[in-house]
Nanobody
Framework: QVQLVESGGGLVQAGGSLRLSCAASGTIFRITTMGWYRQAPGKQRELVAEITSGSSTNYADSVKGRFTISRDNAKNTAYLQMNSLKSEDTAVYYC????????????WGQGTQVTVSS
C-alpha cells in the first residue's frame, strides 16, 4: 500500500499561482503513475494531470499550457505547478498513485482545497 500526503492548496486570486505537493511512502518502489484529479461542487471528478515513472505526462485540455506536473523520485514526491489560475480551477484536488503487485492498485491522498477568487 502507498500512503500519500498532500500539501499546497489554498486561496489565490485569478491569474495567480499555487504549487501542490504529494509525498508518497510505503510500497513506493512499485509506483508507476502519479497524478491529480479534481472535483468541483456538483461535478464529477476529472483527471487534471499525471506523470509516469518514465516522466511521460498527460494533461486535461483545460489545463494545458498553465499546469505542469513533475516528479522527484529521490524524494518520492510529485508536484503540480499551477499558473494563470482561473475561477473554474476551484475544486478539491486529489493526488493518486498507481502501483503494481500482480494487479494494478491505486491509492489516494486526503485532498486539498484550491479556491480561485475572481
Amino acid at each position: 500500500q502507498v500512503q500519500l500526503v498532500e500539501s499546497g492548496g489554498g486561496l489565490v486570486q485569478a491569474g495567480g499561482s499555487l504549487r501542490l505537493s504529494c509525498a508518497a511512502s510505503g510500497t513506493i518502489f512499485r509506483i508507476t503513475t502519479m497524478g491529480w484529479y479534481r472535483q468541483a461542487p456538483g461535478k464529477q471528478r476529472e483527471l487534471v494531470a499525471e506523470i509516469t515513472s518514465g516522466s511521460s505526462t498527460n494533461y486535461a485540455d483545460s489545463v494545458k499550457g498553465r499546469f505542469t506536473i513533475s516528479r522527484d523520485n529521490a524524494k518520492n514526491t510529485a508536484y503540480l505547478q499551477m499558473n494563470s489560475l482561473k475561477s473554474e480551477d476551484t475544486a478539491v484536488y486529489y493526488c493518486y498513485a498507481s502501483w503494481s503487485l500482480g494487479m494494478v492498485h491505486t491509492d489516494w491522498g486526503q485532498g486539498t482545497q484550491v479556491t480561485v477568487s475572481s
